[in-house]
């Protein structure tokens, strides 16, 4: 689980910003090499002026890992995320949106796939 907050200030304009996040990792070792997996997370911004900024997501999906403990590597993950995000973030990212297409949604789902190796 992770949770930070951070306050920032324009060195030129003097405006602030408020950024929290608060999320956390589930892994279930169903056998020693393959595990599932659920994230969650929530953040937002608060610019001076300016409307809050917020984003929820899940991801859940499948591992295949050299072990079943949390930090055992290398991992191939396949993951499915459904995010949920408010207008005000959707403005934030520019005329395309956060979707990239300019069309206005506030959700969206991806999926792929990840390697994670430490050495």
Known sequence: AIAMWTQNRDGLTRLKTNSSTVGGRLSYAITPQIKL?????????????????????????PALSTGPGLFDRP?????????????????????????????????????????????
């Not at 659920?38 to 911004?45: L, M, T, V």
């Not at 608060?46 to 900024?53: H, L, M, R, W, Y």
């Not at 949920?84 to 789902?109: F, M, V």
């Open 37 to 61: 997996l659920a994230e969650i997370g929530y953040s937002q911004i608060k610019p001076d002026g300016a409307p809050t900024q917020k984003l929820a997501k899940l991801t859940l999906g």
């Open 75 to 119: 991992e191939l993950r396949l993951y499915v995320t459904n995010a949920k995000w408010n207008a005000a973030a959707n403005a934030a990212a520019g005329p395309a949106g956060l979707t990239g297409a300019g069309d206005g949604k506030t959700n969206g789902t991806s999926f792929g796939a990840q390697v994670e190796v430490w050495f």
